[in-house]
């Protein structure tokens, strides 16, 4: 069975809205003025996305796996290369779900699921039951291999190239998190 993905583009809402990712990109083109003619691709790389997703374009070019509380990519500030930060909804820990002699019988909840979404519980919720809420976060590197290059100056080729690379980094988190989505949807 094939893993799930962790990120998606939504080709067909982008193209009933008029290219819409591409026309963003176009009109914050300033946003990637640091990255002209960066011999890396990353800084360039992670402006695509970040322009891809929540709260940049609303709704995202990129769609997330319901488990996805938030997708970052940025240089490492080690030695530049790319680095993925990712928050994912995960079941309780062991030690927690063996029991729930800790629970003290005062009605803890998990995670609030509204049609299979995990969402934060609202301030009524909270104020009236405890809540516990398990992340996994996970920071690891991406190849850069597939990367476009950075352009040397704004021009026609941006928005093709921001596609490109936005499409790169979906194809590198679904391959290096399929699996442990895979796993975490087996709880």
């Not at 936005?166 to 988190?173: G, Q």
């Amino acid at each position: 069975m094939p893993s799930p993905s962790i990120a998606w583009i939504d080709h067909q809402y982008d193209r009933e809205n008029g290219d819409r990712y591409a026309t963003h990109v176009r009109a914050l083109q300033t946003v990637f003025s640091d990255y002209w003619g960066d011999i890396s691709p990353v800084g360039f790389a992670c402006t695509a996305w970040r322009l891809a997703t929540l709260p940049y374009l609303d709704p995202g070019y990129v769609r997330f796996h319901r488990r996805v509380i938030s997708v970052a990519c940025e240089p490492s500030p080690w030695d530049g290369s790319l680095t993925a930060h990712v928050q994912l909804v995960s079941p309780p820990p062991e030690p927690l779900a063996k029991t729930h002699v800790w629970g003290q019988d005062r009605g803890w909840q998990g995670w609030p699921a509204v049609l299979g979404q995990f969402l934060a519980p609202s301030p009524e919720e909270v104020s009236r039951f405890p809540y516990v809420r398990p992340l996994l976060l996970v920071d690891a590197p991406l190849p850069l291999a597939d990367l476009p290059p950075a352009p040397e100056e704004p021009g026609p080729e941006l928005a093709e190239l921001a596609i490109r690379a936005v499409s790169v980094l979906v194809r590198e988190l679904n391959e290096l998190f399929g699996p442990m989505l895979a796993q975490l949807e087996q709880h």
